[in-house]
């Protein structure tokens, strides 16, 4: 390897990064000198030159089309919703599903100041955003018979944490080879006019998590693929931890992804207006892809269809299976996964070794994003479910209009009453029930509960 100096750094314009060095310690030059050299320098020059590797979406827009799918209330005329779910759950049986979760995020929006799956949401139970996920593979495991591994991607934002809280909450109920904490990589902030990495600290580079699309690496060199492959896991049921409404190891999903020989299959929800904000999971030349709502011109996510509906209807809510050859084809491959650029004000050290904090984005960071893969499959699939049954993320703090703890609760109630409901109990108005997994799972096991005419007169929670 290339020794770490200024005169090597000056060929990326990078020298500054050694600028303090004259002060450190032994164990200070060693840790930077270690950072450095997980830096990809040729790949944040390319980067920094704008040799934008995103995807241009208005070009793209132009030539969309929906993507294949099997829409709610319609059969798809190769397989019946029967014989998805048949096969979806024969292959939770046999074994032959893991179960992705991430959670390396910043939680920016949220402004909660611990890994976001330690956020209590909970209405009734104040169950944290990991218990609600865990909870609900546990029941899934139990209805199945079957043990199914989790892999939960942490970050060096989240890490330390998170495991901490899987160690003093006994794994939530995992057992030790159920859970698999793994760690992703990072990518260095860069000043936005320059391009020069920026310093966090007189020994320390300013960095972020790369993306949730980070996975990909970060699963094969953490050993998450072979663990997957040595206990006979072929498909990857795909969450992000803000989401508690999510079917967890939908058998439905999966035997669509089955039967469909996808590679990567997607459940999106119907968008309720042509420029909602959400990714537009469409058909390219025959590729499944996703365009963000900024890059759609109003003119195509206007387009309507005969019968009145959205053209491009299909929004992304983060909920994929995969095929594990195919994650791990993509590490292999050259083409990996593109960086996306997002401009945000970093705090850094100036060339005086002063901390400056700007109140405006002077940074640019780089993330990659799962949904990027899709194109790089040979075969795809869509499957179209219910927003109020499987999408309420918590993104943004209580106040903002959407996506709050608040509309995340509300939404949990919501979906539980209907259950109770449709089973054939009565709870008054102004009365909350929040169902746990073990209790219920769903509703066909809502409906061997309850006898009807039942009635919640007071908030319960059903466990
Ligand atoms: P978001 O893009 O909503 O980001 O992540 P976030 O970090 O949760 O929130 P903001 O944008 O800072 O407010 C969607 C999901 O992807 C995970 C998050 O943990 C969340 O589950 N994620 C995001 C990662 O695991 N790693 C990342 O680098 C980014």
Known sequence: MVPITKDWLKQYGQEHLLNFESHWTTEQRLKVLAQLASIDFDLIRRLAANNSEELDGSRLASMADPPPSVRIGQEHRQFSSQSAKQAGEAALRSGQIGMILVAGGQGTRLGFDRPKGLFSIGPISGRTLFQMHIDRLLAVMKRYEVSIPMYVMTSPATDAETRAYFDQESRLGLKADQLNIFCQGTMPAIDATSGRILLSGPTEIAVSPDGHGGLVSAMASSGCFEHARKRGIDHFFYAQV??????????????????????????????????????????????????????????????????????????????????????????????????????????????????????????????????????????????????????????????????????????????????????????????????????????????????????????????
């Open 242 to 463: 803000d989401n508690p409404l999510v079917e967890v190891c939908d058998p439905l999903l999966i035997g669509y992804h089955l039967l469909s020989h996808s590679q990567m299959t997607t459940q999106v929800v119907r968008k309720r207006f042509p420029k909602e904000k959400v990714g537009n999971v469409v058909s390219v030349e025959g590729k499944v892809q996703i365009i963000e709502y900024s890059d759609l011109p109003d003119t195509v996510a206007e387009q309507i269809l005969p019968d009145g509906s959205l053209k491009l209807w299909a929004g992304n809510i983060a909920v994929h299976v995969f095929d594990r050859g195919f994650l791990e084809s993509v590490v292999e491959s050259i083409d990996g996964l593109p960086f996306h650029r997002a401009s945000k004000a970093v705090p850094f050290v100036d060339d005086a070794g002063k901390l400056v904090k700007p109140v405006s984005p002077n940074a640019i960071k780089f993330e990659r994003f799962i949904f990027d893969l899709l194109p790089l499959a040979e075969r795809a699939f869509v499957v179209e479910a219910d927003a109020t049954k499987v999408f309420a993320p918590v993104k943004n703090a209580d106040g903002e209009s959407v996506d709050t703890p608040a509309d995340t609760r509300r939404a949990l109630l919501a979906l539980h009453r209907h259950w109770l409901t449709i089973a054939g109990a009565k709870v008054k108005d102004g009365v909350s029930v929040e169902v746990h997994p073990n209790w219920a799972l769903d509703l066909d096991d809502v409906r061997k509960k309850i006898t009807p005419g039942l009635l919640f007169e007071a908030d319960t929670y059903l466990r």
